[in-house]
């Protein structure tokens, strides 16, 4: 039987789950979700999202074995192009437990080379995008927050503040990744110019994610166009949640993963940005370097 790999690059609050919850439930591969999130010594207490099946059974065939190869990627550790040995390892023995494979991570696009170097030619790369905007607003207006009073209020407050806000959208690391000032790893080793970080972390909360997005969009695109040819796929997230047939049928077959689209969990149309069309989202376009186009920031069609 011959191999296939799939490796889906994203970044957090891009839709990744969903898209990787397709290949779950509609092909005959096995699909690790996050591979790479510290958050897997956890287990084995279940994750409330029930995605976690996959390293149960692992643990339950081995647990020594599992926990011997474990090499998670902390966030600090996300600005770094290499792959630590131990987690090139662990990439390497998730890779030999089955022939068809399908890996989630949110924490690899700086590393996307360093894939590629520890990867064979039946591994492919899919970048699953979502749109600056929609990113952006995901982390400063998280769905998550609980539905008591003070979640409302405190999303409220959120909204009605939202160009304004000069933090707090650590909800899922990224506020840790991009640091506070610039002598911050993310500074130094990302963005490599004083006068830039000067300016990065003079400015609001908004404009740092779409300028965080803008770097990760870019070295993901660059690099896996580079490293792997014609096995790199470019994805939007807008295009596949309102046609995740086609694009699943597309991806079919350029990987030649099989696919049962009847088995398809339910994908939802990706929900309009938050103030979409606002004057300030293309004043923070033009700020940051991003196209001001309709298009480009908010992808409504």
Same mark, same amino acid.
């Given at each position: 039987m011959s191999r296939?790999?799939?490796?889906?690059?994203?970044?957090?609050?891009?839709?990744?789950?969903?898209?990787?919850?397709?290949?779950?439930?509609?092909?005959?591969?096995?699909?690790?979700?996050?591979?790479?999130?510290?958050?897997?010594?956890?287990?084995?207490?279940?994750?409330?999202?029930?995605?976690?099946?996959?390293?149960?059974?692992?643990?339950?065939?081995?647990?020594?074995?599992?926990?011997?190869a474990f090499g998670?990627?902390?966030?600090?550790?996300?600005?770094?192009?290499?792959?630590?040995?131990?987690?090139?390892?662990?990439?390497?023995?998730?890779?030999?437990?089955?022939?068809?494979?399908?890996?989630?991570?949110?924490?690899?696009?700086?590393?996307?080379?360093?894939?590629?170097?520890?990867?064979?030619?039946?591994?492919?790369?899919?970048?699953?995008?979502?749109?600056?905007?929609?990113?952006?607003?995901?982390?400063?207006?998280?769905s998550d927050l =609980?539905?008591? $009073?003070?979640?409302?209020?405190?999303? +409220?407050? &959120? /909204?009605? @503040?939202?160009?304004?806000? %000069?933090?707090?959208?650590?909800?899922?690391?990224?506020?840790?990744?991009?640091?506070?000032?610039?002598?911050?790893?993310?500074?130094?080793?990302?963005?490599?110019?004083?006068?830039?970080?000067?300016?990065?972390?003079?400015?609001?909360?908004?404009?740092?994610?779409?300028?965080?997005?803008?770097?990760?969009?870019?070295?993901?695109?660059?690099?896996?166009?580079?490293?792997?040819? =014609?096995?790199? $796929?470019?994805?939007?997230?807008?295009? +596949?949640? &309102? /046609?995740? @047939?086609?694009?699943?049928? %597309?991806?079919?077959?350029?990987?030649?993963?099989?696919?049962?689209?009847?088995?398809?969990?339910?994908?939802?149309?990706?929900?309009?940005?938050?103030?979409?069309?606002?004057?300030?989202?293309?004043?923070?376009?033009?700020?940051?370097?991003?196209?001001?186009?309709?298009?480009?920031?908010?992808?409504?069609?």
């Open positions: 296939t790999r799939i490796i889906i690059s994203s970044l957090r609050r891009s839709g990744s789950t969903i898209f990787w919850r397709c290949f779950r439930t509609a092909s005959e591969a096995v699909c690790f979700d996050e591979p790479f999130n510290p958050n897997l010594i956890r287990l084995p207490r279940p994750h409330p999202k029930n995605i976690d099946d996959e390293y149960l059974r692992l643990l339950d065939r081995d647990a020594h074995a599992f926990w011997a998670p990627v902390y966030p600090l550790e996300e600005l770094d192009a290499a792959l630590k040995p131990q987690t090139a390892d662990w990439l390497g023995w998730l890779s030999d437990r089955a022939d068809r494979l399908v890996l989630d991570t949110t924490r690899c696009w700086n590393k996307i080379e360093a894939l590629a170097d520890h990867t064979g030619p039946d591994t492919y790369l899919i970048h699953l995008h979502r749109s600056p905007t929609g990113f952006t607003a995901s982390h400063l207006l998280p =609980d539905g008591s $009073l003070w979640g409302k209020w405190h999303l +409220f407050r &959120r /909204r009605r @503040t939202f160009f304004d806000m %000069d933090g707090g959208f650590n909800f899922w690391n990224v506020e840790d990744i991009v640091g506070n000032g610039p002598r911050s790893a993310f500074a130094t080793q990302i963005l490599q110019d004083s006068s830039l970080a000067d300016r990065f972390y003079a400015w609001e909360a908004h404009l740092q994610l779409l300028y965080f997005w803008k770097i990760a969009y870019s070295k993901v695109e660059e690099a896996g166009r580079d490293a792997f040819g =014609d096995r790199f $796929l470019s994805v939007p997230f807008e295009r +596949f949640s &309102r /046609r995740p @047939t086609e694009v699943l049928s %597309d991806i079919q077959a350029a990987t030649g993963l099989s696919l049962d689209m009847n088995s398809l969990p339910d994908v939802r149309p990706a929900s309009s940005v938050f103030q979409q069309g606002d004057a300030r989202w293309f004043e923070a376009a033009e700020r940051v370097g991003l196209p001001a186009d309709a298009q480009f920031l908010f992808r409504p069609q």
